[in-house]
């Protein structure tokens, strides 16, 4: 392990996990650890210094740090997203919260042994927003980090208990503790919409069904789409997810006045981003085969998010809108990954 900082990424083998990382190797300042519960692949395990196959919610596996590295931000990717966390909401529990509890349990000791703050960056979600019906969310609009926050699912309820647990490890942990305090946790979450790669497919989530439909379309299969659709909840092109998280990792402390952001992109219906694939595609059938307790869910997230606040804090703005992110980033890439 060299004398370098390292960036510690939890959930390493996930979708975002691979374009962090990926991110994390191209900018080349940092080593990377990685830990996830399966062996990672070997396009990550090559790129990183560590590889750990653990599971986040027990200490032993952050414990198996090379006790030499220096971290300085550990990113707690490591989830159980929301559809798959209302098929089983106590190992959801045990994911998303016990999971975050021991990484910024880590941090907190790590803090101590590099003396200097140590930051993790939390992914949150759309997820944290609850709306009652869909006269409420068409009423609301673009919610702000402040507004509807009352999720309906476990996923939800995780996620905002997270970005609640992580402000109170950085803001007041601390004072109550009797021991010599550490630098300690700079806490940071991004609250992101629905993300869309050209590389990967996401896993148990519920705004699966564009990336579900885009992989299907590039391989002329036809697609039965599990929400309505005109179903409208926000989205984001993977890199720009990925820029978000590095943007606000390194924004300088006194520039936030909040420890929670919400970032945007675009906010296509099923019908209205079909019709974009449909110029390029051959015409692969989109059928509905909706689902009562997905939709339910999509139909509590707000239509779009007000990302003001990221904007201004910190100098945010999506390189891709909609069709940047279909014509420029997913059309190309997804046909020639499936073309080989
Ligand atoms: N993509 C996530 C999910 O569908 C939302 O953050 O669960």
Not at 61 to 73: G, H, L, Y
Not at 253 to 263: D, I, S
Not at 290 to 297: C, G
Request: aromatic share 8%.
């Amino acid at each position: 392990m060299s004398g370098r900082m390292t960036a510690l990424v939890t959930g390493a083998n996930g979708e975002l996990g691979h374009a962090l990382i990926a991110r994390l190797v191209e900018e080349g300042s940092r080593d990377v650890i990685a830990i996830d519960l399966r062996e990672p692949d070997a396009s990550i395990a090559s790129k990183c210094a560590q590889v750990i196959v653990g599971d986040v919610t027990q200490r032993t596996t952050f414990e198996q740090v090379n006790p030499s590295a220096r971290v300085d931000s550990v990113f707690h990717l490591a989830a159980l997203l929301s559809t798959a966390s209302e098929k089983n909401p106590e190992r959801a529990q045990s994911v998303n919260v016990d999971g975050l509890i021991q990484a910024l349990t880590f941090a907190m000791a790590h803090s101590a042994r590099v003396d200097r703050r140590v930051k993790v960056l939390f992914p949150s979600s759309i997820a944290a927003y609850g709306v009652a019906s869909l006269e409420a969310k068409s009423a609301l609009g673009a919610a702000n980090e402040t507004q509807a926050s009352e999720p309906t699912t476990m996923y939800g309820l995780n996620k905002r208990y997270g970005e609640q647990l992580g402000c109170y490890f950085s803001e007041r942990y601390r004072q109550l503790s009797t021991e010599a305090n550490p630098p300690g946790v700079d806490f940071r979450s991004i609250r992101y919409p629905g993300i869309i790669s050209a590389f990967t497919l996401p896993t148990g989530g519920t705004s699966d069904y564009l990336p579900e439909y885009l992989h299907a379309a590039a391989q002329g299969k036809p697609y039965a789409c599990f929400v309505r659709g005109d179903t409208r909840v926000p989205f984001m092109a993977m890199p720009d997810a990925v820029r978000a998280l590095l943007m606000l990792e390194k924004a300088a402390p006194e520039t936030l006045t909040q420890r929670v952001y919400n970032v945007t992109a675009c906010n296509p219906t099923p019908v209205e981003f079909s019709k974009l694939l449909q110029k390029a595609l051959p015409p692969a059938a989109l059928s509905f085969d909706v689902s009562a307790a997905r939709q339910r869910i999509v139909d509590s997230w707000p239509e779009q998010l007000d990302d003001q606040a990221a904007r201004k804090d910190w100098g945010w703005a999506p390189t891709m809108g909609l069709d940047e992110m279909v014509n420029e980033y997913l059309l190309p890439n997804v046909v020639a990954r499936y073309a080989r």
